[in-house]
């Protein structure tokens, strides 16, 4: 089979030379056993973006083709000496659904709110940023191989998913500051930052690789956003300086996204859900409970007529909810009992961070 | 013999959630930690530093205060603060998760974060790391007790979603 990408292929293995003292012809040999005939090994993830250290491990997804072996959604684990190999068996016709299903939810307004991947797995990101800008180093080109439209697919996708985090945590944020809980205030504000950034960076055409590595963008192909950055990389030390901190984050990040992030605005397409919880009362006392959390909350004769109006299983705007009712919803979310929902998602028409990214490259 | 003083469901579930859910990342941060120091990358050592802090306050709040559920991850962090003021390994928590002004690239943070984690282990006990090959096969096997425990107070579900999926449905 004719090796491609020989460049990028040849800086991985000298970097794979240089940390574990493995070539990629020894990584060929250990997954020989997972491949078939006309199937491609593409290597993504930090060590084939340039990131990654010697303690990272190696992505890479063999892709086979339609009527190939069965595939798996979780990596099968590999060692090569010290060089962790984690290997995704999956056929190009679930790849071209994967991208598919993306480019469907780029069309469509419903928030992505994880489709793709939760905070801590981002799966689905990973995988299409792997076959949209990882390195072939066995076989035929991978859905027509990397860049183009795949490519296009897949940095949209990531821009959207953190533009939409970024509005999540910046509304947090300001909510923390009203409820007078000024760590989650500061450490959610930091957070839309480090999102807002992530969205911009990747809207400049960076393949993705984790959250991890924001840091070392902005330290290297990012760079002139470092010191956006440097004002927010370490929180307050004074609880009392933290609704200036979070002022600061909201205006940073609406120049980032080109949105409007106050509360006023986000409060609209943003409700609260909160199914888990039943109100009581025995006597004089009102409290919310949750059998199967195991967990209950004693409210005051206010707080429990403000709870009642909201009627059973609570869905509302948080922009219908009065303070009362706002502040409890907001205790309930800060005790992960309640969760933050949105009406509506952020397509990428809706953000100026491509003329942010232009007037960056100029 | 220690004499629980809290409903035998939640103490279960609260350690479970600590070991299972916490702990493993921990040591895959400090693993992370170790490679950012040693190519000199700054800012990931800030980076995983930070979350290392956020995963032992969680794990110190789930075995010390026994809080249940555990909130969604924008709010975990402060949440675990709050249930662990006092707590001799509180301040550095937060200075952790406050992040650093100097990011000391040398040994220095290192030992920081592995004198966290262990006094975090201390109070909840030590998962092997299921990526390492000396790891796996202890891994699964205390995964398999920690099973049966769950189970015979009537919970369920305290393992990483990966190790479940398709069977927890």
Same mark, same amino acid.
């Given at each position: 089979?004719?090796?491609?990408?020989?460049?990028?292929?040849?800086?991985?293995?000298?970097?794979?030379?240089?940390?574990?003292?493995?070539?990629? @012809?020894?990584?060929?040999?250990?997954?020989?056993?997972?491949?078939?005939?006309?199937?491609?090994?593409?290597?993504?993830?930090?060590?084939?973006?340039?990131?990654?250290?010697?303690?990272?491990?190696?992505?890479?997804?063999?892709?086979?083709?339609? @009527?190939?072996?069965?595939?798996?959604?979780?990596?099968?684990?590999?060692?090569?000496?010290?060089?962790?190999?984690?290997?995704?068996?999956?056929?190009?016709?679930?790849?071209?659904?994967?991208?598919?299903?993306?480019?469907?939810?780029? !069309?469509?307004?419903?928030?992505? #709110?994880?489709?793709?991947?939760?905070?801590?797995?981002?799966?689905?990101?990973?995988?299409?940023?792997?076959?949209?800008?990882?390195?072939?180093?066995?076989?035929?080109?991978?859905?027509?191989?990397?860049?183009? /439209?795949?490519?296009?697919?897949?940095?949209?996708?990531?821009?959207?998913?953190?533009?939409?985090?970024?509005?999540?945590?910046?509304?947090?944020?300001?909510?923390?500051? !009203?409820?007078?809980?000024?760590?989650?205030?500061?450490?959610?504000?930091?957070?839309?930052?480090?999102?807002?950034?992530?969205?911009?960076?990747?809207?400049?055409?960076?393949?993705?690789?984790?959250?991890?590595?924001?840091?070392?963008?902005?330290?290297?192909?990012?760079?002139?956003?470092?010191?956006?950055?440097?004002?927010?990389?370490?929180?307050?030390?004074?609880?009392? #300086?933290?609704?200036?901190?979070?002022?600061?984050?909201? /205006?940073? !990040?609406?120049?980032?996204?080109?949105?409007?992030?106050?509360?006023? !605005?986000?409060?609209?397409?943003?409700?609260?859900?909160? #199914?888990?919880?039943?109100?009581?009362?025995?006597?004089?006392?009102?409290?919310?409970?949750?059998?199967?959390? @195991?967990?209950?909350?004693?409210?005051?004769?206010?707080?429990?007529?403000?709870?009642?109006?909201?009627?059973?299983?609570?869905?509302?705007?948080?922009?219908?909810?009065?303070?009362?009712?706002?502040?409890?919803?907001?205790?309930?979310?800060?005790?992960?009992?309640?969760?933050?929902?949105?009406?509506?998602?952020?397509?990428?028409?809706?953000?100026?961070? #491509?003329?942010?990214?232009? @007037?960056?490259?100029? | 013999?220690?004499?629980?003083?809290?409903?035998?469901?939640?103490?279960?579930? %609260?350690?479970?959630?600590?070991?299972?859910?916490?702990?493993?990342?921990?040591?895959?941060?400090?693993?992370?930690?170790?490679?950012?120091?040693?190519?000199?990358?700054?800012?990931?050592?800030?980076?995983?530093?930070?979350?290392?802090?956020?995963? %032992?306050?969680?794990?110190?709040?789930?075995?010390?205060?026994?809080?249940?559920?555990?909130?969604?991850?924008?709010?975990?962090?402060?949440?675990?603060?709050?249930?662990?003021?006092?707590?001799?390994?509180?301040?550095?928590?937060?200075?952790?998760?406050?992040?650093?002004?100097?990011?000391?690239?040398?040994?220095?943070?290192?030992?920081? %974060?592995? $004198?966290?984690?262990?006094?975090? $282990?201390?109070?909840?006990?030590?998962?092997?790391?299921?990526?390492?090959?000396?790891?796996?096969?202890?891994?699964?096997?205390?995964? $398999?007790?920690?099973?049966?425990?769950?189970?015979?107070?009537?919970?369920?579900?305290?393992?990483?979603?990966?190790?479940? $999926?398709?069977?927890?449905?």
């Amino acid at each position: 089979m004719a090796t491609i990408d020989t460049d990028r292929s040849a800086e991985l293995a000298e970097r794979l030379r240089r940390y574990h003292g493995v070539g990629l @012809d020894r990584v060929l040999e250990v997954i020989d056993y997972l491949r078939d005939e006309g199937d491609s090994v593409l290597v993504g993830g930090s060590l084939a973006y340039g990131l990654g250290n010697h303690r990272s491990d190696l992505d890479i997804v063999v892709a086979a083709p339609a @009527d190939g072996e069965s595939s798996s959604r979780m990596p099968l684990e590999h060692f090569v000496d010290s060089l962790r190999v984690d290997v995704w068996k999956l056929r190009e016709n679930e790849l071209e659904d994967l991208f598919a299903r993306a480019r469907d939810g780029l !069309a469509s307004e419903a928030p992505f #709110e994880g489709a793709f991947g939760d905070v801590f797995e981002q799966a689905d990101l990973k995988l299409l940023h792997r076959v949209a800008y990882g390195v072939v180093i066995d076989g035929p080109p991978v859905l027509g191989g990397a860049g183009g /439209a795949n490519a296009d697919v897949a940095r949209d996708l990531l821009v959207r998913e953190y533009a939409e985090r970024a509005r999540h945590s910046i509304l947090v944020a300001q909510l923390a500051v !009203a409820a007078g809980r000024p760590k989650a205030a500061t450490i959610n504000a930091r957070l839309a930052i480090e999102e807002a950034l992530t969205a911009l960076v990747s809207a400049r055409g960076l393949p993705f690789s984790d959250n991890k590595w924001l840091q070392v963008r902005l330290a290297g192909e990012a760079s002139d956003l470092r010191g956006l950055y440097d004002a927010f990389a370490v929180l307050p030390a004074s609880d009392r #300086e933290a609704a200036g901190f979070v002022a600061r984050a909201v /205006a940073t !990040a609406q120049r980032l996204l080109g949105l409007d992030l106050a509360v006023a !605005a986000l409060a609209a397409d943003a409700g609260w859900e909160c #199914e888990r919880l039943r109100l009581y009362a025995a006597g004089e006392l009102r409290v919310l409970v949750g059998a199967a959390d @195991d967990v209950v909350f004693e409210l005051s004769a206010a707080e429990a007529d403000a709870w009642a109006a909201l009627g059973p299983d609570p869905r509302p705007r948080c922009a219908d909810c009065d303070p009362t009712q706002g502040s409890i919803l907001f205790g309930l979310y800060a005790a992960g009992m309640a969760r933050l929902r949105w009406a509506r998602g952020l397509p990428p028409a809706e953000l100026t961070i #491509e003329g942010e990214v232009r @007037d960056g490259r100029d | 013999m220690d004499a629980i003083d809290l409903g035998a469901r939640r103490y279960i579930w %609260c350690r479970g959630q600590a070991a299972w859910l916490m702990g493993p990342p921990a040591a895959q941060w400090l693993e992370d930690l170790r490679g950012a120091l040693d190519a000199g990358q700054e800012g990931l050592a800030r980076h995983v530093s930070r979350q290392l802090a956020e995963d %032992c306050a969680v794990m110190l709040a789930l075995a010390l205060s026994h809080g249940r559920p555990v909130p969604g991850p924008s709010m975990r962090g402060a949440w675990a603060l709050e249930r662990i003021a006092g707590h001799p390994a509180a301040a550095e928590c937060w200075e952790l998760i406050r992040g650093l002004d100097e990011v000391p690239v040398d040994d220095e943070l290192h030992e920081r %974060c592995a $004198r966290l984690q262990n006094q975090a $282990r201390e109070v909840v006990g030590h998962v092997p790391d299921a990526l390492t090959p000396e790891g796996y096969y202890p891994a699964l096997g205390l995964a $398999r007790e920690w099973i049966e425990l769950v189970s015979a107070v009537g919970e369920s579900g305290f393992l990483p979603s990966e190790w479940t $999926r398709g069977s927890d449905a």
